[in-house]
């Protein structure tokens, strides 16, 4: 009998320590395998006083897969800094970073983007990232901005 509990214990401890031994996430994203350096930033360009709690973020170094978009890159961003992101239902369109989303503090308030300094004609779904690349997202008043 006495042997029995031995193996038993014995048994129920392999069993703990297979259970509690780290295991590898299936979620867990996949390492960036052809990586692309960026750097990242968000400013509030509205000249709105109700705009509180905005965190400025300024050329801040990060690295995406190379081929992914402006969009996909933000997202990756967004995701690794705990960052909320809401996209459009199609796809196309960023309406809220960081719970500051369009149409918060007037009709008229929402996001734009910019890569190298330029204002594109497309989405930031149709942009493929380049090395080095600037991405800013500005939260704007489009009644007050200056295009």
């Known amino acids: 009998m ?13 069993f703990t320590l297979a259970a509690c031994s780290p ?4 979620d867990s994203q996949d390492p960036v395998v052809n990586p692309t350096n960026l750097t990242f930033s968000l400013t509030n360009e509205t000249e709105n006083p109700d705009v509180e709690g905005f965190t400025t973020i300024e050329d801040d ?3 995406a897969e ?3 978009t ?5 997202e990756l961003y967004c995701m690794s800094h705990d ?7 199609n ?3 960023v309406t809220e970073i960081n719970g500051f989303a369009q149409g918060d503090y007037s009709d008229t308030t929402g996001w734009i983007f910019t890569v190298n300094g330029e204002l594109p004609d497309v989405s930031a779904g149709e942009i493929t990232i380049e090395e080095g690349d600037k991405i800013v997202w500005s939260f ?8």
């Open 2 to 14: 006495k042997r029995f509990f031995t193996i038993f214990f014995t048994l129920m401890m392999l």
């Open 23 to 26: 295991q590898e996430n299936a």
């Open 61 to 63: 170094p990060f690295i």
């Open 66 to 68: 190379e081929g992914s």
């Open 70 to 74: 402006v969009l996909e890159a933000t």
């Open 83 to 89: 960052m909320t992101i809401t996209i459009e239902k």
């Open 91 to 93: 796809g196309s369109y």
């Open 140 to 147: 704007i008043d489009f009644s007050t901005y200056a295009w």
